[in-house]
Each structure stands twice: as C-alpha cells, then as structure tokens.
C-alpha cells in the first residue's frame, strides 16, 4: 500500500458533484459540485468559525449573557456558521454565479440544502482516488461540470 492511498485533500478540493433534491425528496436537474471537509476552502472556514466561537464564548464568560457584545458576537457566529457550510459549495448549475455571498443565501433560504451538502461533504469515502462510481469529480470550469454524468439515487429505506 502507498501513503497516496490515504490521500483525500486534491479531490476534496476539486469536489463532488451532488445531484439536489426538492423540499420534497423529489429529484431535480439542480446540482452543487460539493467540496469535502478535508478541502481548502472548507478547512479555512472552519478554522474562522472556531474563532468566532471562541470570541463568543469568551464575552459570555467576562461579559455575561446580556452583555452589549453578546449580540453581535452572536451574529458573528452565525454567519461564520453560514460560510463554512457555504465554503462546501464549488460550483452549481443555476444561471446566478456561485459567488460565497450567493451561496450563502442559497443555503440559508434552502436548510434542507444545505443539509444534503453537510451529509455529502463529509462522507469521506467520495473524496478517494478510487471512489465508488456513484461519485464523480468535479472540475471548476462550468462547460466541464455540464458534461458530467448524474450521481445514482441512493436505493430506498427499507420498511419495518
């Protein structure tokens, strides 16, 4: 075995292409080129919002909870919170760029989307040289994500 077999970074930077689904669990044309947690972008965000939690707690425990802070610390977390899951989202398929600030409104307005692309991101195993075929990587290049194929439905729950 190689130490590259273990290797996950190059393509979680490159990202995974998610097919969306609806509110509903209804399959859509829509699609996210998902980067995984051992990207980047994804690491550097994380990173940001360890701070800003950090900072949170810190004028809880000198302030107190109805400190003047404690508000726009708060909000500070929360947006923190809203990048990194945005900092999981390379590319996608509607006619708006995929700006941060785009996809942070996306997801903030759309949380069952953005779940899909937490879950995704980290399923570790998509993001292997040798990933299963349901995964496909994605290129950061909008005329190449195009031609890429659909990622399988997952098989139904069975019933108990």
């Known amino acids: 075995m ?3 077999d273990f290797f996950t ?10 097919q969306l689904v609806d509110g509903t669990g209804n399959a ?5 080129i998902v980067r995984g947690f051992d990207s980047d972008a994804y690491r550097a965000a994380h990173d940001s919002l360890n ?3 950090a900072r949170l707690a810190s004028v809880v425990r000198t302030k107190g909870a109805d400190a003047t802070l404690f508000a726009a610390t708060q909000e500070e977390k929360d947006t923190e919170a809203l990048a990194e899951r945005a900092a999981l989202v390379a590319a996608w398929s509607f006619e708006e760029p995929c700006t941060p600030a785009k996809v942070a409104e996306f997801l903030r307005e759309a949380p069952y989307v953005s779940d899909q692309v937490y879950y995704f991101a980290q399923d570790r195993d998509r993001f292997f040289e040798n990933c299963s ?4 990587a994605g290129q950061n290049t909008n005329s190449d994500l195009a031609k890429q194929p659909q990622q399988e439905a ?5 019933t108990l």
């Open 28 to 32: 859509t044309d829509a699609w996210v």
């Open 2 to 4: 190689k130490m590259q």
């Open 133 to 136: 075929a349901t995964s496909t």
């Open 51 to 53: 701070r800003a939690m």
């Open 9 to 18: 970074r190059k393509r979680a930077n490159e990202g995974v292409r998610l």
């Open 154 to 158: 997952p098989a139904p729950l069975p």
